[in-house]
């Protein structure tokens, strides 16, 4: 079972996906971080609170946090030997095309644009799901 790190500062957003995960029956193991700083510590088990396993992770990734941002957080992420190969979607509001052409660009698995609607949320992460199921299969 894949362990999810959310990495977003928007405690509605944070409850979003919570809800949205719930309405999919996504039962993985789920993780909270506010922002780039706090999503490095945590991976590096150098928050001493949050233990998350090293193996099967996948960070759903904000850009736009204070502290550290999306963006920087994955430049730093990426030049990190242990952590580089961890799976990063990116799921913010950006539709900025620098955004996407610089997520992509640090080797990002994906990039989902926040739906308005929470219907269309719940849609949106079922189809995360089922990309994420597939692509885990032996």
Same mark, same amino acid.
């Given at each position: 079972m894949t362990n999810l790190l959310?990495?977003?500062?928007?405690e509605v957003d944070v409850m979003?996906?919570?809800?949205?995960?719930?309405?999919?029956?996504?039962?993985?193991?789920?993780?909270?971080a506010h922002n780039g700083l706090e999503a490095l510590a945590?991976?590096?088990?150098?928050?001493?609170v949050t233990k998350i396993p090293r193996?099967?992770?996948?960070?759903?990734?904000?850009?736009?946090?204070? &502290?550290?941002g999306g963006i920087e957080f994955l430049r730093e992420l990426r030049a990190d030997?242990?952590?580089?190969?961890?799976?990063?979607?990116?799921?913010?509001?950006?539709?900025?095309? &620098?955004?996407?052409?610089?997520?992509?660009?640090?080797?990002?698995?994906?990039?989902?644009?926040?739906p308005v609607t929470f219907t269309k949320f719940v849609e949106a992460v079922a189809t995360l799901n089922q990309y994420w199921m597939l692509s885990e299969m032996p």
């Open positions: 959310l990495v977003d500062d928007d979003t996906v919570r809800r949205a995960f719930k309405k999919n029956n996504i039962t993985n193991p789920f993780y909270v945590i991976l590096r088990d150098e928050d001493n193996e099967r992770r996948l960070i759903l990734l904000d850009l736009n946090m204070p &502290k550290m030997p242990e952590l580089r190969s961890t799976p990063v979607i990116v799921l913010t509001t950006s539709n900025e095309d &620098k955004d996407k052409v610089e997520a992509y660009n640090l080797n990002v698995a994906g990039y989902i644009l926040k």
